[in-house]
């Protein structure tokens, strides 16, 4: 009985090869085989031949209610899980979507395709048409108000302090502490 329905739910293209086994235990615990408690009392019946007729029927209207809940019980799950991977799927596309938006932003405003006022609108743009908005940076002029990113690689100077007398390394070393610093102290003696 139960190879039957397992056959029939792959010929139905419902139940996967890697799912068998899953369904098979779900399938065992339902004891498909077990007689159901009959409905009409078989053994009242004097003519042999209906009494095996209703003892028939009632035994396969069981095992018919028993393959009508497990696929129901298995389309079931299995919608379930469709709808969990199609949301999946929808939700990964989305943050796909979102974080080639930001890339497409990021790109336009480093390049000078766009000033930072109209950040929002190339959003607005690429939200609704991803293709037509990084198309039209790529072909975009450089915009007339746009000023590069200085690249400041240097660490920042430390602040100033006494000029000590050390190597001229140390001096180029932290160069504008000691110009700080002396120049500070030349305002300190003009003031005296």
Same mark, same amino acid.
């Given at each position: 009985?139960?190879?039957?329905?397992?056959?029939?739910?792959?010929?139905?293209?419902?139940?996967?090869?890697?799912?068998?086994?899953?369904?098979?235990?779900?399938?065992?615990?339902?004891?498909?085989?077990?007689?159901?408690?009959?409905?009409?009392?078989?053994?009242?019946?004097?003519?042999?031949?209906?009494?095996?007729?209703?003892?028939?029927?009632?035994?396969?209207?069981?095992?018919?209610?028993?393959?009508?809940? #497990?696929? #129901?019980?298995?389309?079931?799950?299995?919608? #379930?899980?469709?709808?969990?991977?199609?949301?999946?799927?929808?939700?990964?596309?989305?943050?796909?979507?979102?974080?080639?938006?930001?890339?497409?932003?990021?790109?336009?405003?480093?390049?000078?395709?766009?000033?930072?006022?109209?950040?929002?609108?190339?959003?607005?743009?690429?939200?609704?048409?991803?293709?037509?908005?990084?198309?039209?940076?790529?072909?975009?002029?450089?915009?007339?108000?746009?000023?590069?990113?200085?690249?400041?690689?240097?660490?920042?100077?430390?602040?100033?302090?006494?000029?000590?007398?050390?190597?001229?390394?140390?001096?180029? #070393?932290?160069?504008?502490?000691?110009?700080?610093?002396?120049?500070?102290?030349?305002?300190?003696?003009?003031?005296?």
């Amino acid at each position: 009985m139960k190879e039957k329905l397992i056959a029939l739910l792959k010929s139905l293209g419902i139940l996967t090869d890697d799912k068998v086994d899953a369904v098979s235990k779900e399938l065992e615990k339902l004891d498909l085989d077990k007689k159901p408690e009959p409905t009409i009392d078989a053994s009242k019946i004097s003519d042999p031949a209906m009494k095996q007729v209703i003892e028939e029927l009632q035994n396969q209207n069981l095992i018919l209610s028993r393959q009508i809940k #497990t696929l #129901t019980d298995t389309l079931t799950a299995e919608r #379930t899980e469709r709808e969990r991977a199609i949301q999946l799927q929808r939700q990964q596309a989305e943050k796909e979507k979102t974080q080639k938006v930001s890339d497409l932003i990021a790109r336009a405003l480093k390049e000078g395709k766009i000033v930072k006022a109209k950040e929002e609108w190339l959003k607005k743009f690429a939200d609704q048409d991803l293709d037509a908005a990084t198309e039209w940076v790529n072909g975009a002029p450089v915009d007339k108000n746009f000023v590069p990113e200085k690249k400041d690689d240097k660490k920042s100077d430390p602040p100033a302090t006494e000029i000590k007398a050390g190597s001229l390394a140390d001096y180029m #070393t932290h160069k504008a502490e000691h110009t700080k610093a002396a120049a500070a102290a030349f305002a300190e003696s003009r003031k005296n």
